[in-house]
């Protein structure tokens, strides 16, 4: 066990030279290799998308170099929390375990594991950089990247000289000083712990482009029908998507990403979902029907249905959790 400056708590990742040289000693060579490999991917994918720019009107190969440029960000993101957790017990970053004295940010407990926080925890340890964290494809102005992040005493800290993370670094775009992350994640609440982990499993969606809110989801005849909150969402606009529409890429457990034209979690073009268990709806005569997951709504009943989405409040329950949509 290798604890933080302060002995604070057994996090590996906390001291930052502990934990250099005792990722050097798990394995350097494979954490260079995935570094060295994420960036060249990122590199091929800003050529496409300067490419798609040289393209002029060609508004096909523009959405297309933008879609490899954000699979290929989120599979970044996806890379440093497999690394973050190699070094922790296959956790994903829970800043509840971290900034346990709280000389991070002032609130307590689970309260700390929102959406900035855990990102924030990321780029502090060098596992992504902030421009990882926008879309090629952002729509919304109030999402830009965080480029004075400050990795030693960060003044927006409570304790400056005894953080784990930058502050600064925040979700929350419908704020005064807006936000700094474009992507959609895996709820982190108790029911969902169990897939807040590197399970190395295909099924489970942990990170996407973000989608709309929810209204309802209406199910017959085993056909899934989700209602827009607002049928203008910003985030119908990604990638040519059509209003009351979304398609965006989906990264799962496994580190692959996918491009989906629609709301469920699924790695086929129709059907029930094929890999993370569908929602199995009760009818009549006892029997049941499967039914879509959707993405980015909560199924109540169900309460282990994939969520994804951008939270600025946490906590232990889903309840407790806030998610913020444009």
Known sequence: MICNRDMEIPYVANRKSDWRMGMKRRGFTLIEMLVVLGLVLVLVAGVLVYLGARGGNNTSVNATARTLKDATQLRGIGQGMVLWADANDDRYPMPSMVDVNNTTVAATGRAKDT????????????????????????????????????VEEPRAAADPSRAHWDPGLSADFTSGQGGHVSFAHLIPDDNRLNMWTNTYKASEAVLANRGPEIA????????TVPTFANAQSLTTQFFQSAVYAWSGNVAYNDNHVDFNGDLYTHNTGSGATSGHNPIAVDNPDGSTTDYHDVLFHDEEGYPSNLFLGIFTQAGSTKDQYKAIWD
Do not use: C, W
């Not at 959406?115 to 964290?133: D, K, P, Q």
């Not at 309802?216 to 056909?223: D, F, T």
């Open 115 to 150: 959406t900035g926080n855990i990102m924030s925890i990321l780029a502090g340890h060098g596992f992504i950089t902030t421009e990882l964290l926008i879309s090629s494809d952002e729509q919304n102005e109030n999402i830009k990247a965080y480029e004075m992040y400050e």
């Open 216 to 223: 309802r989801v209406q199910r017959a005849n085993g056909n």
